[in-house]
């Protein structure tokens, strides 16, 4: 008998909670969220909360994942922080979220070496793409998905890209843009069709198939639901409302209950 597809439920954090509120809060999650099967959860402290909190989670309650790290493994990389380094504490790495594409300046090129370093340091790596609001207006949602993805996914090979994790993500609907509008389901659906048919033409139709995909851009206990049920979204990530205990656990009740 197959297994049946995981549902992803990623809270990325950002750069909230010290690492004792962290901890306080993870509390909160353990005591509301029970281990399941299919839907597994994952969250993204910052990265001074990963190793305390690694040593707090039951592993098959949630595990953790990275928000960010320098994709050499060591060096003289004054101020950084090394997959390698972290890599004993994470089971996964958010990569090229449009926080650190724009805010940052990440280029395409970090950002593929970052899905490498990940691979190579046994983590999965959530890769996120969308386009902005200006490419949208202008026509160019395919081309940037398409870019972001040849692009990002460059240095992965045809054995490493079932461990990639994709997140689509249109920047526009992420809840720390000023002008931010929900997506709509539909917008959504597009935009996944267009991430399997290009993950098809750079490897094969089987990958495309298998491909996780997930969905982020303010998420919300009234509308997750509404977002998982578009065919072929596999999870979400969820920034603000990760943030707020009450909403976080309907999410991942909601997803519960539609993987069960
Ligand atoms: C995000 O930043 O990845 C995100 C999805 O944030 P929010 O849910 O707040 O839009």
Not at 48 to 74: E, G, H, M
Not at 87 to 102: K, L, N, P, Q, T
Request: aromatic share 8%; with cysteine.
């Amino acid at each position: 008998m197959t297994s049946p597809r995981k549902t992803y439920i990623i809270a990325n954090w950002k750069m909230n909670f010290t690492p004792g509120e962290a901890s306080l809060y993870l509390n909160r999650l353990s005591n509301r969220i029970s281990p399941s099967r299919n839907v597994q959860v994952v969250l993204a402290p910052s990265t001074v909360a990963l190793q305390p909190l690694s040593l707090q989670i039951n592993r098959r309650q949630f595990k953790l994942a990275a928000q960010n790290f320098y994709w050499r493994d060591y060096g003289a990389y004054t101020g950084e922080t090394s997959v390698a380094q972290i890599r004993g504490f994470v089971d996964y790495a958010i990569v090229g979220h449009s926080e650190r594409r724009y805010v940052f300046n990440e280029s395409e090129e970090d950002i593929a070496q970052k899905v490498a370093a990940a691979i190579r340091n046994n983590l999965t790596p959530i890769l996120c793409i969308g386009e902005t609001a200006l490419e949208r207006k202008d026509g160019e949602t395919k081309a940037a998905i398409y870019s972001q993805l040849t692009n990002g996914l460059h240095e992965v090979s045809k054995e490493d890209i079932s461990k990639v994790i994709i997140a689509y993500e249109p920047v526009w609907a992420i809840s720390s843009n000023k002008n931010a509008k929900p997506a709509k389901p539909s917008d959504i659906a597009e935009a996944e069709l267009i991430i399997r048919e290009h993950i098809a033409k750079l490897y094969n139709k089987q990958t495309a198939e298998d491909i996780y995909i997930l969905y982020g851009g303010s998420v919300n206990a009234d509308t997750a639901g509404g977002y998982l049920d578009i065919p072929g979204i596999d999870g979400l990530l969820i920034g603000g409302a990760s943030l707020i205990a009450d909403s976080f656990c309907a999410i991942v009740e909601t997803a519960k209950g539609k993987n069960k």
